[in-house]
């Protein structure tokens, strides 16, 4: 296979799109999409995610120690890319895309309840990288919509048709091409 070189960067792709909703001391929320996000720990259960400083939830976050990562289906493609391109400090982003919170379990921070799935986080570290800090938070409680869930109660990825992004855009997440484990059968 004939490869070009590039000068080093972030080639990772695809990487999942979330939305992360979070709140600040005195009740204002706000919502960021990320795409710089992955599972860091299994036990317990946690979540790291990519924020630059600079952005308007990040004070929100370091202020209250919590988030919540909720990931959307290709329903809500339109109102991720809008949370993800104009800054809280400009709009309410629930007024304007419409999107409900709707209060957790563990965490202050609002759920969106359109998403398909819920993660509420507390954050147990944040490690200064350079232009993004990268903040680790413990899954205390997860939500997960029926429509998602297999014959056997279980989590199937597949129902949800989430959504990933691949650089220019945006895709989702339903076909399936391989069962782990097959390969050592």
Request: net charge positive; glycine share 8%.
């Amino acid at each position: 296979m004939k490869k070009s070189s590039f000068d080093p960067g972030t080639y990772l792709f695809p990487v999942p799109s979330v939305m992360v909703s979070v709140a600040d001391s005195s009740g204002n929320k706000n919502i960021l999409t990320i795409a710089w996000v992955g599972t860091v720990n299994s036990k317990p259960p946690m979540i790291g995610i990519a924020v630059r400083p600079e952005r308007y939830s990040y004070d929100f976050i370091t202020q209250t120690k919590e988030f919540v990562v909720n990931i959307p289906d290709e329903n809500l493609t339109w109102e991720a890319d809008y949370c993800g391109s104009i800054s809280g400090r400009k709009v309410n982003k629930f007024k304007k895309t419409g999107l409900t919170p709707k209060s957790g379990d563990c965490v202050k921070a609002p759920l969106l309840a359109e998403a398909p799935i819920n993660l509420e986080c507390l954050v147990q570290n944040i490690i200064e990288l350079g232009s993004h800090h990268f903040i680790i938070g413990e899954v205390k409680k997860a939500h997960i919509a029926e429509k998602m869930l297999d014959q056997n109660g279980k989590p199937d990825v597949l129902k949800g048709k989430l959504i990933t992004f691949g650089g220019k855009g945006y895709y989702n997440t339903n076909e399936y091409i391989f069962k782990r484990g097959d390969a050592i059968k």
